[in-house]
């Protein structure tokens, strides 16, 4: 026997023997290497990785036996395990497996060491392998716990899991502007133009310990897949060499604010410097696109240590760190939350109305914003050119705006007017699609928050409307719209029927305003039964003289509205219509017949014949549904009603409605300068509201 | 009191007083309907939909209380429930709420009838209000348990669930072709020319149960989503009115055999017959397209019955039904799995290794289909050009070949020789995509079922071949491929790296064998670390001067071999490849070190200049990984090692590591007609082989 027992005594222990290791066999990557007789090899070793040598693959013809010694910071197992630790040296079978780890980085480049001696029928020496190791650290880093720092290695980065106890890093889409001039959304520019971008751009952090430099050949490379360049860049500070220290690019990064896309657009992958020592290096994360039909909104960035396999030959990746990011749906904000700003146009009839509306918004302490006629060029209707929304993270969040493709004289008012530094522009082109009147936003509403059977909606659901599935014609919003609403899923949609209207908005039959009790609001609806029992009973009071439209062209009498059977029977059809609506609202929403207000409205059938050759409504007079919500103040399309004892009987059954709610209702006459044009106060207006205070992430999808 | 004790006795009570409804208010479909003091409603309630009328909504001014009254088999409630049932009549509130509901269906239209009587101040009187009801059954009904019949009224539906407690109905892309001239895949022929091809639809039966006929206006239409219309069709049996009783459909579908369109490409929506009475009329669904990157295999139908509105406004949908089916994936079948027949092509040099083929296949009792020259034009390489596969559902089953957009000679084989009744066809088109080598389907290959932590994949998991993610330039299986793949599902696929092989498949340094014990098979891997081990065996038995490839030009001895410093770093990084894929399969499909067994194959570098100047490797001796498995049949290349005792060494390594599995290897040359031109065995012969007998709907998912 020629191994002495001094050379065994400096041998390690299998470290499941020595001590507990930090790593166990089922959550560490496992890396099959070769050892080699004739040459030392030498391996870089990522913490967290563990060796696998199969030590008869590469063991000398004849060997029988084996030993094995190294330096102290390296770790071995052998499978299957030696039962008789003292029978020295071990045997060595067909399958017989060692497994080495490291616990503590190296200083220098192959400073530990690992010796496998091979030893023949008579335990003579038939050979040595020699590994020489380097242990580094690396770990690539994201805020996956969502409290705004970059936490290190959070066993959770690499998934994402929806709720308050999930886990995973987001991302915003960048589409603010940080120009002013010539500016357009930021994630269309390839470079970055100003450090307060960086804002809107999530952390990450390439945290690396170890040797000053890599051994010779040795690379850390960032790598995505082909459809995640698409979604995301990755920066990071331009720095001049890879030696260069971590004081040195600090002061780089401070002076130069020059930053090199790593990763992104037409780059799959890139080298990254390795720092040297215990180090940081920050990269800073865009989103580009917006979850849709093509793209569920999650992104991996991955981030992998690259061996070299010898000259002429491509490197290897030996060790594969990983994180993921989900992308911020579009969220929508409903009636019941705060605003911060009313936008209205200015067009050369709307004076008065413009004035009703800066009344009650400066009296409900709110900003008023108007667009004027140069960027109008004469559309009115703030409502439908244009939806708000916004996007949120644990770092940064911002309004963005959804320019719709319905495309009118506004058209150009969300990007020349809204986008902006953090504000943010969206939209969706319909490219081989006919755009119809259902693709204006008075189409496109959500709900207050609601549960339904259960099931939590905490920031509400869209709702917009279409035709009937049963229709053979009919308008629908386009399907690049509804994918991009459906893939936000937050706020998962409901399809209303709206196409029974002439104009076809879900906002011309209902709304939602707050209250206190209950489910904290109200649906209101229009209700032409409402509406009849209003007109029916002020000519049970014998009042059937009064006129409806008092002192204008339209002016009729309340026996004669009543008598006029064509608009009973269209109001038969419309209240039809609309309490298909109700039925699905009140499942999808989960409402109780109480929590929902029927408004006295009635319709007409629209004379003018449109292509489909289907009849269909407008409303008979103002629509007082098409309300402007503002916390508790209600700006109604004032209804010109009979009057009785000089009170509009419209205006008091609406009022007799609402201010039990604590609701306070402004009448505002839209008579001429909208309902006529078939809209009204809703229509032609819009509202930029505060965020939730519920983070989507939390939501359990 | 005008309300006498004689009139309310004939009042049914709230039926949860009288017997429990079968419905409840939360799985029933709620429909909100209006009364009508100056006329009889006519109203059609399907069986399983409550009515809800708003008692206020329609009364007569000073309406204070009211009574019920209506025939026996309509059953109604009251919210808020009445406290004082003898408190007749009821007081009337502004929330006061009817729910009607009936559970026999009506023998005539109109046969049942309910009236409310609204009352004033001093119960007089105001008005009535008459519902005139008629009570129709309508199921959509689908094999939604799986069983092979159409079950009635299955509560799921409507839905899918994955597993062996899961449920909904499965469908078949109809992509075989009944025709064999002038063939087409089915699913591209827009209507029914055999009767034969109604097995491989899926039976969806109309269930309706009512009077003779629906009354005046009343419809039932069948509808699905644009989106839907791309993946599905729908026929029924041509009936000539919708009167004809059910014998005489039953005889025109025998004579007739002629079948319409319901729904399907560009027709979303269309009328069905009522048949009357109690009645079936079956239908029969069509796949069209397989799960890919935009569809998720989902397919839902509705079926509405319409209520008609008044003369000139359309129809409204009252009551849905809807079923759900999902699209079989196409499934892949592992080389465990029983051969059924041997494909191999027969080109002008290659009649000794078709003979040694036919051989092996007939001893195995399989069957062999020979491509002739005409059809394969010089193109041997049957593995490449296509892979084989299946669909399956509860009803019928059948293979489906999926073609390669590789597209070299053999590209018309597919189509015109496989595609045939009972045999389906499916191909993907790279359209603005380069195909490469690594498109061939010698690069896609499937491995036994598995359980990876506890993961169960019951129909193994696929596995292709890529570039290295961190590869700067590098080969890839185009993406409408990978799409495809993935979005399968059930054998959810593994990427592995093969560009660093020059012609870039999988299949040349791995394959799949059975084996009676363990995982019931093993991997093997092609080993340079293993070749290299007998050949130094061989030298160190004083065999050196033994000449490999013997009788051949390229005869070389084992020392001469040894001492190529070349090939030894060629085979150095080839064995750092197959490593590194070594380990991601050992995670991938969870095996041991036992499960897989190295096989003695060298590789060298291919001297050829690619055009991404990266070094590539082919074997250096015929790859005897890439075998055919037939049973314990092992068709292997013959390797022409070194001759030990008149036997080849190569040979018996390879025996003694098969025959303990109880596999018999038989070794053929394939040296000239396909190892010198970079494929061996597997690459030019392809398996048809029996289908799983796990369904995968049984998959938990």
Chains 1, 2 share one sequence.
Not at 209 to 218: A, I, K, T, V
Not at 551 to 567: P, Q, T, Y
Request: net charge negative.
């Amino acid at each position: 026997m020629n191994v002495s027992q001094e050379q065994t005594a400096s041998h390690n222990l299998p470290p499941i023997l020595q001590k507990k290791n930090k790593f166990t066999a089922t959550n560490m990557y496992q890396r099959t290497v070769r050892l080699n007789i004739s040459a030392p090899t030498q391996i870089v070793l990522a913490i967290g990785t563990e060796l696998k040598v199969m030590l008869d693959r590469c063991a000398p013809p004849q060997s029988k036996s084996f030993s094995i010694r190294c330096t102290p910071n390296v770790h071995y197992k052998i499978t299957p395990p030696i039962t008789d630790k003292n029978a020295l040296p071990y045997p060595l079978g067909p399958n017989t497996i060692l497994l080495i780890t490291m616990d503590t980085v190296s200083e220098t480049a192959f400073d530990s060491k690992l010796s496998v001696r091979y030893y023949g029928e008579k335990t003579e020496t038939l050979g040595d392998a020699i590994l020489h190791l380097t242990a580094v650290e690396i770990s690539l880093d994201v805020d996956a716990d969502r409290d705004g720092v970059v936490e290190k290695n959070n066993p959770n980065k690499a998934s994402w899991k929806w709720g308050p106890n999930g886990h995973g890093a987001v991302l915003l889409v960048n589409c603010d502007s940080e120009s002013i001039n010539n500016k357009k959304p930021d994630n269309e520019n390839s470079d970055i133009g100003k450090v307060s971008d960086l804002k809107d751009m999530s952390k990450m952090v390439l945290r690396t310990n170890g040797p000053s430099q890599l051994p010779e050949g040795y690379k850390l490379s960032m790598h995505i897949s082909q459809s995640t360049s698409e979604s995301v860049r990755v920066f990071r500070p331009r720095t001049n060499t890879k030696t260069e220290n971590l004081w040195k690019y600090q002061l780089l990064k401070l002076f130069l604010k020059d930053f090199l896309m790593v990763v992104g657009t037409d780059t799959l992958t890139q080298e990254v410097p390795y720092l040297g020592g215990s180090s940081e290096l920050e990269f800073h994360v865009e989103g580009l696109r917006f979850p849709d039909k093509d793209f569920d909104g999650l992104v991996t960035i991955n981030l992998s240590l690259l061996e070299p396999c010898g000259k002429g030959f491509p490197e290897t990746p030996i060790f594969t760190d990983k994180v993921v990011f989900r992308v911020s749906p579009w969220i929508m904000t409903p009636n019941t939350l705060k605003p911060v700003e009313v936008y209205v146009c200015s067009t050369e009839d709307n004076y008065s109305f413009l004035k009703s509306i800066r009344n009650l918004v400066e009296k409900s302490g709110y900003k008023l914003k108007i667009c004027h006629e140069y960027m109008n060029r004469g559309d009115r209707w703030m409502q439908d050119e244009l939806e708000f929304g916004y996007i949120d993270s644990p770092h940064h969040r911002f309004p963005v705006v959804l320019d719709s493709p319905r495309d009118g004289d506004l058209q150009d008012f969300p990007y020349d007017a809204l986008l902006g530094p953090d504000f943010g522009y969206v939209t969706r082109n319909a490219l081989n699609e006919e755009v119809s009147s259902l693709d204006s936003f008075g189409n496109l509403e959500v709900s207050p928050p609601v549960t339904v059977n259960g099931k939590n909606y905490p920031l509400g659901r869209i709702i917009i409307g279409v035709a009937f599935p049963t229709a053979r014609k009919g308008r629908n919003m386009t399907k690049v719209v509804q994918d991009f609403l459906w893939a936000q899923k937050v706020q998962e949609p409901i399809a209303l029927y709206s196409d029974w209207l002439f104009v076809g908005h879900v906002d011309e039959f209902m709304s939602f305003v707050p209250a206190p009790d209950r489910k904290k609001f109200r649906l209101l609806l229009a209700s032409p039964d409402a509406g009849y029992k209003v007109f029916k009973s002020l000519q049970n009071s014998g009042l059937g003289k009064a006129e409806m439209f008092p002192g204008k062209e339209e002016a009729i009498s309340v026996n004669d509205l009543l008598s006029d059977k064509k608009l009973q029977a269209e109001n038969r059809y419309v209240q039809n219509c609309i309490d298909w609506n109700r039925d699905v609202l009140k499942k999808e929403l989960g409402l109780d017949d109480e929590d929902i207000i029927d408004l006295p409205i009635l319709f007409k059938v629209m004379e003018e014949k449109n292509e489909d050759s289907v009849p269909r409504a407008v409303a008979y007079y103002p629509d007082m549904v098409n309300m402007i919500v503002l916390g508790d103040q209600l700006g109604i399309p004032k209804p010109f009603g009979p009057q009785v004892k000089g009170v509009c009987a419209l205006e008091k059954e609406m009022c007799s409605l609402m201010e039990p709610l604590g609701l306070k209702c402004t009448f505002i006459d839209d008579f001429a300068p909208y309902h006529k044009l078939l809209g009204e106060v809703h229509c032609g207006s819009n509202v930029l509201r505060e965020p939730f205070t519920v983070r989507w992430w939390n939501l359990e999808l």
